[in-house]
């Protein structure tokens, strides 16, 4: 069998005439995929307009890559979320074939000379192949530089396996080993960058669909929320192999000889010689060069699923509670007691952890949260049942003072629910401290932290390696909500010998609070990361 022979560059004038449901397929095709390859929302265009090219974060080259699939008119409305997420899809498909409709409209009516359409084909799947391979670079270095599937923190790893979501279990499965993550942004990235080039598109579509497709099923199968732009990609692969299946088949199930004929327009001129190869360059340059540059920096010093600001070093570990009152009263240890605190930890960065025997609101989302507050970076309480509780404090080291934010907030669109031990149900359960809180006057909310305080713990805009900060960051702070309503108390904490910690105060219910901790050492069977974000 010959398999070595030359690709034919074929003329229009001596390939097949396509047969009139190819035509029409073709039409509804081009629209289709032209739709969901470029950016249709005006957001998209606002957010390239402000981005400050000379102070990038990764996330503002990362968006730009990670945009919605499909037209988004009334899909929602009409279809609900009954699609699983595809209502954009199958809105698409529908404007898709009420145009290619018109199109074989006009084209009998004018009676139009008839058109194989190449040219439109090739320009198609070169739209196409840049989407894919800018997308599923962006999404490949957050892996290659692991922070998407972070190492879990103390309060994770101190929380029961039958408290864990399937999500949660399945992103700390692969946030163990970190260097199988690795593996798969080295996957991703290289599909992306095969796609860049002509010749090597076919080999950068099997790798797209292969990764790809394992992870839509893999989304579906551990209630990940990401199945919808995983498939995206799937589909982006499964056109761009269109071509070469029937070759395929022919050479390795019918095993004939394959002659390659592929179809180039005329890119001779100077100009656009010179147009294709500076926009290629540039091309790879931003997604291949800077974006990795930036993910470096944010993989170093702001990891996006992890707060970026240090926590007080003489704090950190985890704690037993020897002693907690309430209100003046001793609540001896009980395991099934709803008040008392268990498992205290504070973390290397600035996040206080506790679990209590009560049922809690249960956030189902992927922990991205806000980029930039370390307040809304939520990777810790994503998918964690069991009365598990976390805390971003600010820290007042002068004065020994802890002023805590609760890092759960109600967001609709983040599938939130309320879960106990191993339980879930309806509506949040606390709700006195969420009445506590609505009652909050606009002043109390505006100065929970005196301003003395506020100038010994610095501002946390700030509070980052300068090669790290950004134009996104100073925007996102500025606009960052006033007086938002959240669960908060203040503690003092005092520690003698480094291994006990004295916490006084009140709780976010207002009740006097007197807890004692005494370090302990756990020797958790995991070994420690070598590859963990951040420096603290």
């Known amino acids: 069998m010959q398999n070595h022979q030359p690709t034919v560059v074929a003329t229009k004038g001596n390939l097949p005439v396509w047969k009139n449901w190819q035509l029409i397929l073709f039409r509804i095709g081009f629209i289709f995929f032209i739709a969901i390859s470029i950016p249709n929302s005006v957001a998209w265009y606002q957010q390239l307009a402000q981005l400050n090219w000379l102070k990038l974060n990764y996330r503002d080259l990362y968006d730009i890559a990670r945009f919605g699939s499909g037209i988004n008119f009334l899909g929602n409305t009409i279809f609900g979320s009954s699609l699983l997420g595809y209502a954009n899809w199958i809105t698409t498909a529908l404007i898709a074939v009420a145009g290619a409709a018109i199109w074989t409209l006009i084209v009998k009516v004018r009676k139009l000379p008839r058109n194989e359409y190449y040219s439109a084909w090739y320009w198609l799947r070169v739209v196409v192949r840049y989407r894919a391979g800018i997308g599923i670079i962006g999404f490949g270095f957050t892996k290659l530089l692991p922070v998407q599937m972070p190492y879990p923190s103390f309060g994770i790893l101190n929380t029961n396996f039958g408290d864990l979501t399937a999500q949660k279990l399945y992103w700390l499965s692969i946030g163990i080993v970190p260097w199988y993550q690795v593996f798969a942004g080295v996957v991703e990235v290289a ?148 008040v008392r605190w268990q498992e205290v930890t504070f973390e290397n960065w600035s996040t206080l952890t506790f679990r209590v025997n009560k049922p809690h609101s249960l956030d189902l989302s992927n922990g991205g949260g806000d980029p930039q507050r370390d ?34 907030k109600p967001v609709p669109d983040r599938r939130n629910r309320t879960a106990g031990v191993g339980g879930d149900g309806g509506a949040p359960v606390d709700e006195v401290a969420e009445q506590a809180a609505a009652k909050e006057t606009a002043k109390e909310k505006k100065d929970w932290i005196p301003a003395e305080a506020r100038k010994n713990i610095g501002d946390e805009e700030y509070k980052i390696d300068p090669k790290a900060y950004s134009a996104r960051r100073a925007r996102e702070f500025a606009k960052a909500p006033k007086g938002e309503i959240r669960k908060r108390f203040v503690v003092k904490y005092e520690t003698l010998d480094g291994s006990h910690i004295i916490l006084t105060g009140e709780d976010e219910n207002k009740n006097s609070l007197y807890v004692e901790l005494a370090r302990i050492e756990k020797p958790y069977a995991l070994s420690p990361s070598a590859l963990q974000a951040g420096k603290y």
């Not at 810790?380 to 890092?407: M, P, S, W």
Request: proline content about 4%; charged content about 15%; cysteine-free.
């Open 191 to 338: 599909a992306g960058t095969l796609l860049f080039f002509r010749k090597t598109t076919t080999l950068g579509s099997i790798l797209l669909l292969g990764a790809l497709g394992d992870i839509v099923y893999v989304n579906f199968a551990y209630d990940g929320g990401v199945h919808v732009y995983s498939s995206y990609f799937v589909l982006l692969a499964a056109l761009l192999l269109v071509n070469d299946i029937p070759k395929v088949w022919k050479l390795l199930v019918q095993e004939k000889d394959v002659v390659p004929v592929n179809y180039y327009p005329d890119l001779s001129n100077s100009w656009i010689k010179y147009l294709r190869v500076s926009l290629k360059s540039f091309t790879i340059f931003l997604f291949l060069g800077v974006l990795f540059y930036l993910q470096l920096i944010n993989f170093l010093y702001d990891p996006y699923k992890q707060p970026s600001v240090a926590g007080v070093k003489e704090l950190r570990g985890n704690y037993a509670v020897t002693t907690f009152k309430l209100n003046g009263e001793v609540i001896p240890y009980n395991p099934t007691d709803s």
């Open 375 to 408: 307040v809304n970076r939520t990777f810790e309480i994503t998918g964690l049942a069991g009365g598990q509780r976390a805390f971003h404090y600010y820290a007042d080291e002068v004065n020994k003072v802890l002023y805590l934010e609760d890092k759960y």
